[in-house]
């Protein structure tokens, strides 16, 4: 029958591990370094926002994220509940491979100065970049959700309450959840203080993958719990899914079942991408390093320094080539 | 899809002023204000409208003082579609246009589960062309 998945399945790592590399890098780090991680994370969320359009232009134009957007579409060409569980295992594979790169640069204090270094990070966060153009934003014709989305639609028919229920998936957003997860702890506390006192906590990193680092707002200014806060996302969708299914002849049932087993599994992993990148551990690594890499071009040339510090972190990577003097590495 | 708000108003707001995807179905009326950058959300007041390109996370608490959102890009799982949904609040998304076909101070319908917005003001005969 039907099941649940949870976002932390689809992490690379289990929050344990991601706990003891971002403990070990933290604990080399100053205070400084913890607020601008933390700034510098909002900065570039914000920034991406902006320039959206010309975020989305660079996108468009990286052979690399060509090259990984055919290699999903291609997949997507196949009958969706298959597509859905073979993208699964890509995703698995690519996101292990983005783990696996950014937990040994943290670990290294020498490798943001190493050129194969970035080129691996341009060539990986491009192919990720595809990631999120399909996985996690739905602002392009195609995503992995299309399909499946119609042939749900489909089986539910006029039941809006129900369609709004299952298209949940039994998951809360991290961008709404954050909203809910902090008391006092951290009110009216300026960026600097913040930091300070989620060191003193050791509040690195919560059971769900959110880092409070990257939750500043949500921690130091809400007021109020979020309204989604009442409501319980996994009854809704058991409900609902198991009130469709009821409605369905009996030949029909497998299908439904697999059809939302298939979307509720990449809607986990959407929200695991979603906390992974923009709210937990490679928001860390990725800030991390560019700190460490900023500070090492900034010894030979601030201009350098700045420009490197505003391509990578808008996800404009493949600007970097021409800043760190690397070679475009075809996909 | 039948609305019971739109079919049952003898015809008080008929002027259809954009129309999009329904992310969340509903029907509801407000203000509107236009947020062009999502840093002005704050600008939003409790039961407007929101009127938007499209979300990001700084927009949710916006979202949430808003009776209804309205975006120009987006589709069904996009960020405005997700939140909207979590907060059961009318939602239409990728409607191209809504950010210049509305204007702040208006008083619209939004009717989500049909798609569109609606003038609450009679348009004069010389603009209704």
């Known amino acids: 029958m039907f099941r649940i998945s949870r976002p932390q399945e689809f992490f690379p790592a289990s929050v344990d591990e991601q706990l003891a590399l971002i403990s070990a890098a933290a604990a080399v780090l100053s205070d400084e370094d913890v607020a601008w991680i933390s700034e510098n994370r909002d900065f570039s969320e914000a920034e991406r926002y902006r320039q959206k359009d ?45 783990h696996d790169l950014f937990a040994t640069a943290m670990q290294s204090d020498t490798e943001v100065l190493d050129p194969s270094f970035w080129k691996r990070v341009i060539t990986m966060a491009d192919a990720d970049n595809a990631h999120a153009m399909y996985l996690s934003s739905d602002n392009w014709p195609f995503s992995v959700f299309h399909k499946l989305i119609d042939e749900l639609a489909g089986f539910i028919g006029d039941d809006q309450q129900a369609l709004t229920a299952i298209l949940l998936a039994g998951v809360q957003d991290a961008r709404t959840s954050v909203f809910n997860i902090f008391g006092n702890e951290y009110r009216s506390l300026d960026r600097q203080a913040f930091a300070v006192r989620v060191r003193e906590r050791a509040d690195w990193i919560r059971s769900d993958g959110v880092m409070p680092l990257f939750a500043f707002k949500a921690a130091t ?76 071009l900034a010894n030979s040339s601030d201009a350098r320094a700045r420009s490197f510090h505003y391509s990578a972190s808008t996800y404009q990577f493949a600007e970097l080539t021409q800043i760190m003097n690397l070679e475009y590495q075809e996909a | 899809m039948n609305c019971p708000i739109c079919t049952s108003d003898n015809g008080a707001a008929k002027n259809i002023l954009t129309r999009g995807r329904t992310a969340v179905p509903g029907c509801v009326e407000g203000t509107v204000r236009i947020v062009l950058d999502p840093r002005d959300a704050d600008t939003l007041a409790d039961g407007e409208v929101l009127v938007t390109p499209m979300t990001d996370p700084e927009s949710v608490p916006a979202m949430e003082r808003s009776v209804a959102v309205v975006t120009d890009r987006g589709g069904m799982l996009c960020h405005a579609a997700i939140v909207c949904r979590e907060m059961h609040k009318p939602c239409v998304v990728g409607t191209a246009n809504a950010t210049s076909t509305l204007e702040t101070g208006m008083r619209v319908r939004v009717c989500a589960t049909r798609g569109v917005v609606m003038s609450l003001v009679a348009v004069p005969a010389t603009l209704s062309a």
Request: proline share 2%; charged share 25%.
């Open chain 1, 54 to 98: 010309e975020v989305d232009a660079a996108l468009v134009a990286s052979p690399i994220v060509s090259a990984e957007r055919q290699r999903i579409e291609s997949i997507f060409a196949e009958e969706p509940v298959r597509a859905g569980a073979l993208y699964l295992r890509a995703y698995a594979k690519h996101m292990a491979s983005l």
């Open chain 1, 221 to 296: 200014e809400s007021g109020r719990p979020h309204a989604a806060a009442k409501y319980d996302f996994s009854k809704q969708y058991e409900i609902a899914v198991a009130q469709i299914l009821l409605s369905q002849k009996q030949r029909e049932r497998q299908r439904f079942v697999d059809l939302c087993n298939t979307y509720q599994q990449l809607y986990a992993a959407r929200a695991a991408y979603d906390i992974y990148e923009y709210f937990g551990f490679y928001a860390f690594a990725r800030h991390l390093v560019i700190r460490r890499a900023m500070r090492e």
